[in-house]
């Protein structure tokens, strides 16, 4: 199909029968039946609900002619030799946060089980290149705070040392919530292993945002996931008394504060697909008769341009000196946290969207916000890319998460077309 096609004219024939796409889109809601309650998908990581749907899992693995080994952080590899040791890597998480949503990891999860079945299948058990299916363990983070464990153990970003002092709100241990589970907190290290002969990972991911719908697009490549500069700004003023505490002498720390509040929406819509967000607000002493003495407030700053993020970092703490000395106040910022921006492959991205516009119609480039596995495989140095489809509202992380059934195949026919590019580029490079 040309690329200027528009999506209406697509036909089913785009969408090939032998992909089981449809069968896929089954697996999935025989895996929410499973997981689910009336609250939404419960599988959370290290818990037994998640341990049913690994095993559920497996049991779809063994109708194909792979091999399969849990590494030392508790990621799940299924492996397709190919004639080459080079390996294309797909995959994605069956976790899911607490009453979280069907899709969210287990489409990029079954997606791939889709790609593999017909890989084994036309190859008859041994294509050109190896193919490997991941399920990342532990991606969400929603126990114990820490996302994306399993990848960043493969990846060798992790830290043990921080990772031993993780407690869930039940006071665990994560380190005692592996053990259940057969992972050995110091040598989870060692999935580092899986990224011999890696040489290109592909994840597909419900978008979790509203671009897509609002473009009326089913799927869009990805280019990257944003930078996060993420703050906590203390804002000193002086307590006062609200009935004898003049408005022309008031050193109002939360005046300072609601002044930012209202600029980093400029600061961000100067740049296409950056976004800075005050969440959170806390006034001292926070009672109704007192002038707000000190305010501490949080800031969350995305871009995928490093020199954006660094932009915005600087100009948000310039204004908040400015607001602050205005309002007769100071100003403290102190890092929560930051990661740097991950941009993925080029050829990867044009090979998505090619094959996006090959089974859909049309495509649009877009950068992921939230983070995702795909960002530390990246961070490893393996080229990387991610496909997303639409999430109808724009809703994820709850149970009323959804994409349209036409929209879920396209998605997995647009990742097997990836695949099969990819495939190519790796048997030629
Ligand atoms: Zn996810």
């Not at 009935?243 to 980093?264: C, H, V």
């Not at 400029?266 to 959170?280: E, F, L, N, Q, Y």
């Not at 707000?292 to 915005?312: H, K, W």
């Not at 997303?388 to 929209?407: A, M, P």
């Amino acid at each position: 199909m040309p690329p200027e096609a528009n999506v209406d004219a697509r036909s089913d024939a785009s969408i090939p029968a032998g992909l089981g796409a449809r069968g896929a889109i089954d697996l999935l809601k025989e895996l929410r039946a499973l997981t689910s309650d009336e609250n939404g998908a419960q599988r959370l990581a290290w818990s037994p609900v998640w341990l049913k749907a690994r095993e559920w899992f497996q049991t779809k693995l063994r109708t194909l002619p792979v091999e399969h080994l849990y590494d030392d952080a508790g990621n799940s590899w299924s492996t397709l030799a190919g004639r080459s040791e080079k390996a294309l890597i797909l995959g994605s998480h069956l976790d899911s946060v607490p009453n979280g949503g069907w899709l969210d990891g287990a489409l990029g999860v079954l997606g791939a089980f889709a790609v593999l079945r017909r890989v084994a299948a036309e190859f008859d058990g041994k294509p050109p290149v190896t193919i490997r299916l991941v399920d990342w363990a532990d991606e969400e983070g929603a126990r114990f705070g820490r996302s994306l464990f399993g990848s960043s153990a493969f990846a060798g970003t992790h830290s043990i040392e921080a990772d031993r002092g993780r407690t869930d709100a039940g006071g665990k241990r994560l380190e005692d919530a592996l053990a259940d589970c057969g992972v050995k907190i110091d040598s989870i290290g060692n999935a580092g292993r899986e990224r011999r002969n890696a040489v290109a990972y592909l994840e597909l991911h419900i978008e979790q945002g509203p671009v897509l719908e609002k473009m009326g697009l089913p799927l869009g490549a990805v280019l990257g996931t944003k930078g996060v500069e993420r703050h906590l700004l203390t804002f000193h003023g002086q307590e006062a008394h609200s009935g004898s505490t003049p408005m022309t002498t008031r050193r109002d720390a939360l005046a300072a504060a609601a002044k930012l509040a209202l600029e980093i929406r400029p600061i961000a819509m100067k740049h296409p697909d950056a976004v800075c967000t005050i969440g959170s607000v806390k006034t001292f002493p926070g009672i109704v008769t007192a002038v707000v003495g000190r305010c501490e407030a949080t800031l969350d700053q995305r871009d995928l341009d490093a020199e954006v993020l660094a932009s915005m970092y600087r100009e948000a703490q310039e204004k908040s000196a400015q607001f602050a000395k205005e309002e007769g106040c100071t100003v403290e910022w102190s890092r929560i946290w930051n990661i740097a921006p991950e941009p993925f492959h080029p050829q990867l991205i044009t090979f998505c969207e090619e094959s996006i516009r090959e089974i859909a119609g049309r495509s649009h480039r877009l950068p992921s916000g939230p983070l995702h596995d795909a960002a530390e495989v990246s961070r490893a140095g393996i080229p990387t890319t991610m496909l997303f489809v639409q999430s109808l509202q724009g809703i994820s992380h709850n149970k009323i998460e959804d994409t349209r059934e036409e929209h879920l195949e396209l998605a997995i026919a647009a990742l097997d077309r990836l695949a099969a590019k990819t495939m190519a580029w790796i048997e030629a490079s």
